[in-house]
């Protein structure tokens, strides 16, 4: 037997009913068999592919990428998973369209959603913003939908919001399963989600927020540390605290990195902004005032700056368990002496690394296939059992 | 018999050898057979494609996109249609290539389309420039085609010129159709094409035109209004009436907004500049003259305030017929209170009609598909009989 | 027997055991049986193409191709060549991603790769780091297939670095053989590889070493011309040098045009930048010393300016054999009376040889998927038998 139909067998065990023709905002909206089932098909898809087995769900239709920030990791992974599924990512490029000219986000939704089956929306540069869009523009085509306007109703990929970065966590989360031989070993193993110094500002919450929100739903002791100043959303830090009580594992908060990363198995340091200078920006985005923003700017960097002590040096490294935890890190990372004077990691420690770093982000594309597959698939054992089944190769020749 | 059946079998009484291997420039280009195989073609790749059916004709080959101008649903309509049909859509960016460095059209025309099947072009900035780049660019991979070039003859979907706007009028016109329950219940209905009051300046003429020009073959009352200053192409007019003469319908003009809406079934209110303006525009870019751009904009847009008057409000509705015509807009509008202080329609009665108006745009990139379809496969009503019959899903799983 | 099975015949008397999996540098890293088999397995796609054969390899893969500057034509082929064997091009764009925020080549390169089967690069702005930038990005994702971060290895395509242009000129030779009727009609021939004057400056030395590396090894007699002071890479020189040695043909250089253009077969007249300036330049780019740049560009516009007798006129065509030599050129060409005042070609001269020149093009797409598919492919011999005998239509209807 297969890996891919062992793992089709696992998921005919999960209770996924709502995960057809639905959405995928954030971890938490999530049963744990729902999480299970993301892990669950991702490996699957990735051992079908592996094994040359053609994995494609359509014969045509778009995916529907918007990035309202930079991206090359996310886009490509998106436009990874839409090939593998043979979907066509299609961009929609805001600087290039109409939509500056006074469109409505629910008259867009509509305008470029008529073959499409999945929208994957990048938003995170503002706290309170990120989110809404999203919602407002799967609230359009869903309204859509029901009217008839749409003959399918295409499903969201949050690709990053200001609130969690689902596909990205995730993928994390995947990596650290199989490092440790499977989610039944992360029982009381150690986290460390912590802040580390960036000589660059206002990097999102996402990824931190994301990390906690998902990490203590395994059972794991997640430690969020961060010098003062730094808090994430308590929204975020409340699913936190009540994921770590139903499972068993816990979820503390410190502004010390070393007691963070004392006996750690796994380590984060990240640069992120503070959420209520965030908070702050963002309304001074909205108000146009570019002195303001400015003005923020001088001050979170100089903020930033009396925090450079915490990086995820060799010293800090070696109070880790056995000096040994895993290092994770979303990249592309701010590496002291590398691509800056000093950064969020040592140069030697993230060298050390590089290999299960990529292996970690190699997680994501199917991570992202796998929601868009338990979305967009009625009968997804079915369907991987004829996956592995057929002589329908990806490389024919 | 299902419905692509129905009208497969429609589409064989139908004369349309002409339609294989050629251009779509203008609708008054085509018979009304010709005209009614669009129709019919669209409205079976919809019924095709809501059955699940796989669509493709291509296993693979290019879709060349030319926006010579921004657009958001015209790209993401050629892009779907694209892809329905089994093409990649391929845009050729002229900022971002090597066009702006002297390369001529016919050039660019034969390197681009070794491997294209279609090519749709936007070009309608600047009267009597738009078409000619069309023209030109066709001509080239047509020589290019008998001089053994190219292996294959890529067909045009004119997605916008300076004259007509043939995928547009054609997507609302099919709306039209299936609102009143077919094209024998258009005769006699009243249309109103009327100008309106934008807070911008220098809109394309095509769409008024293109509106004058086809719906005219329906032995519909079309009236074309407009404030004094405002006419369009006095060649299109030509043609408008000749259709009305031959249909049994009527051509007039008025210079009332109240006396179009009278009794109208059928409301188009849109703003667009001047043709005579336009001309003078064109001239003044071809000499680089920008002070006389500007002097211009700023007296178009004075011209254009005089006229604030030409608005679709809740009472210039109330005069159409029971108070209730079917609006009609191609989007983006320019919304009174929404997107602008003053534009071309109360948001209230834009509101009211959101759903047909997205269901009238929801036709584009099926009236695409049908003229990809009718230019490049040879027995267009066996292709659907047989993607009728066939097993093959366009969602697999 | 087809064609293409004539050639797939041909193909199985070929040692081409070490192209699978590998990548395509430089034409001079290859045998000569696999330059055949380029060329072999370009003119089998081209006629399975044109008799309306399915030839995808791939059901889903990305082909990702990296444009350091502008392109069109070779864009276009690279995306031609990806879609007709069924991977999706994926452009990745360094002005839009993050990879200028400081990510290195390393990780870019197995970010972007995890679904990848084809990497196109075209860097050849800067003598001396065009090929270390594919070097280094190819390096790493062997390493990341190594190390079981990629489950494939992709395969490069040099889409033009700074030493070498393979994918334009084995296009350019192979619409040599056919001109001649063969490659056993080659030796002997005389072709004269001369600079020409162009109103820019700057352009890539790539065609000129590509063209003496590569046509020096059918035999022929290769001439490169030039002004003094316009020299190209030594090392090219020695590469042409030892072909023309081994195979009975010559490489001889001169300081005069019509010297080379004397009794020629086949001329190739072409600006390009002095190599010792481009290296002065490279250094001037990486010192951030723009007012050095300007100076250089201005010293190299006038040394330029000194050579506007270089350009093929009527009055040089005249000299070479029987007057009709075949005219080749890159494209675009800088046409005197045309695109500039004075250029390299007059207009009457390349007006005559459009036809020629735009074949000399098509040959691109197919040279580019012939790499990929020997890199690619297997057992290419049964791949290409096997698409021939296959009911498997590229238009299906």
Not at 321 to 330: V, W
Not at 350 to 356: E, G, K, M, S, T
């Amino acid at each position: 037997m297969s890996k891919a139909v062992e793992l089709a067998r696992h998921l005919e065990t999960l209770k996924i009913n709502d995960m057809y023709k639905n959405d995928f905002y954030w971890t938490w909206d999530k049963t744990n068999d729902e999480i299970d089932a993301i892990f669950t098909v991702a490996d699957a898809l990735r051992d079908l592919r592996e094994r040359n087995k053609n994995t494609k769900v359509f014969n045509s239709g778009l995916g529907i990428s918007i990035f309202r920030d930079n991206s090359t990791r996310t886009r490509f992974s998106f436009a990874s998973a839409c090939n593998l599924l043979g979907l066509k990512e299609q961009p929609l490029d805001e600087k290039v369209s109409q939509i500056a000219h006074g469109e409505t986000v629910r008259e867009t939704a509509n305008m470029v959603s008529f073959m499409a089956d999945v929208i994957g929306i990048r938003d995170d540069m503002f706290i309170g913003e990120g989110h809404k869009y999203q919602k407002t523009f799967i609230d359009a085509v869903d309204e859509g939908y029901r009217d008839g306007i749409l003959e399918q109703r295409p499903t969201l990929v949050n690709l990053q919001c200001d609130v969690d970065h689902p596909t990205q966590c995730m993928a994390d989360l995947l990596h650290v399963i199989h490092h440790f031989g499977g989610v039944e070993n992360l029982k009381g193993k150690k986290v460390a989600m912590t802040w580390a110094y960036s000589p660059s500002y206002g990097k999102p919450l996402s990824v931190p927020q994301g990390v906690i929100g998902l990490f203590t739903r395994m059972g794991m002791d997640v430690v969020l540390a961060h010098p003062e100043g730094y808090e994430v959303m308590p929204e975020v830090e409340e699913i936190a605290k009540k994921n770590a009580e139903a499972t068993g594992g816990s979820f503390t908060k410190t502004n010390s990195m070393e007691e963070a990363f004392q006996d750690a198995d796994i380590v984060y340091p990240k640069s992120w902004a503070p959420f209520a200078a965030m908070e702050e920006r963002t309304k001074l985005y909205q108000q146009g005032d570019k002195a303001g923003i400015d003005a923020l700017e001088q001050k979170l960097l100089a903020q930033n700056a009396e925090h450079k002590d915490w990086t995820c040096s060799e010293e800090m490294m070696a109070k880790t368990k056995d000096g040994k935890a895993l290092y994770l890190h979303c990249l592309p990372a701010d590496i002291s002496g590398l691509s800056c004077d000093e950064g969020e990691v040592d140069n030697s420690v993230f060298d050390r690394y590089l290999v299960p770093l990529y292996k970690q982000a190699s997680y994501k594309p199917y991570i992202i296939a796998a929601m868009i597959f338990l979305a967009q698939v009625k009968d997804p054992v079915r369907a991987l059992m004829e996956m592995d089944k057929k002589d329908d190769e990806r490389k024919m020749f």
